[in-house]
């Protein structure tokens, strides 16, 4: 099946910091998605990016689609310790839905 | 607007019991999607429902497990007979469409650990 790959797995920062984490895939995709998992909740979507070089913000979090429509970037400017959870990438694959791994950030305050 | 509503949220069996999860998604959503999370990866589709038509089923172990969707609206998702490595969240999420053009929306997952 389709592997996402992301990167790095988990990182522990302190507050302030920029942060900056991405996926992978040896496939071509035409949406990447980006998604946030607080501990004990469902995943919640922050980023939907559409098109091969997109940069879209949100907030302190900027997302980027690879030129190449393989990677997509999401970086999170001044980091709070709100920001702890789990950032997933996520993309359709065929008819096939497919969550990366996940990156855990962890903020020391 | 109320979320997607999902119960139990907590479950421990013992292996080879049944067990059943019931998830309610947003009012209005036509799509509902069944996700197995495993500690420490992301979550993984188990069924994805167009109405009450399925659209993809092709990761559900089909021996054990059997998911349905009532009238298109509510969902239950059953495993029988559960076995150790189905410890997991089960997450339930509804979207208007396609989850690649329309948010999905999650529940708060139910966490099931087999003894």
């Known amino acids: 099946g389709q592997q996402l790959n992301q990167s790095p797995q988990s990182m522990f920062i302190q507050e302030g910091e920029d942060v900056s984490m991405n996926c992978t895939s040896s496939s071509i995709f035409n949406t990447w998605l980006w998604y946030k998992q607080d501990p004990g909740e469902g995943p919640v979507l922050l980023i939907a990016l559409y098109k091969a070089g997109e940069l879209t913000s949100n907030g302190r979090l900027t997302a980027q689609f690879g030129i190449t429509r393989k990677d997509s970037f999401l970086n999170i400017s001044a980091s709070i310790p709100s920001d702890v959870g789990i950032y997933f990438c996520?993309?359709?694959?065929?008819?096939?839905?497919?969550f990366g791994a996940g990156t855990i950030l962890r903020v020391k305050s | 607007e109320a979320g997607v509503a999902q119960s139990p949220r907590y479950k421990i069996i013992e292996k080879r019991q049944s067990v059943a999860f019931w998830c309610n998604p947003i009012s209005g959503h036509a799509t509902l999607y069944w996700y197995q999370q495993i500690l420490g990866q992301g979550p993984k589709l188990l069924i994805q429902?167009?109405?009450?038509?399925?659209?993809?089923d092709s990761q559900l172990p089909k021996d054990r497990f059997s998911a349905e969707r009532l009238k298109g609206v509510d969902s239950t998702l059953k495993i029988q007979p559960a076995k150790l490595e189905d410890s997991a969240v089960y997450l339930c999420?509804?979207?208007?469409?396609?989850?690649?053009?329309?948010?999905?929306?999650f529940g708060p997952g139910t966490r099931l650990t087999v003894l």
């Open positions: 999420a509804s979207s208007r469409g396609r989850a690649v053009n329309n948010e999905q929306f």
């Open positions: 429902f167009q109405n009450n038509g399925v659209v993809d």
């Open positions: 996520f993309m359709e694959y065929g008819n096939k839905l497919v």
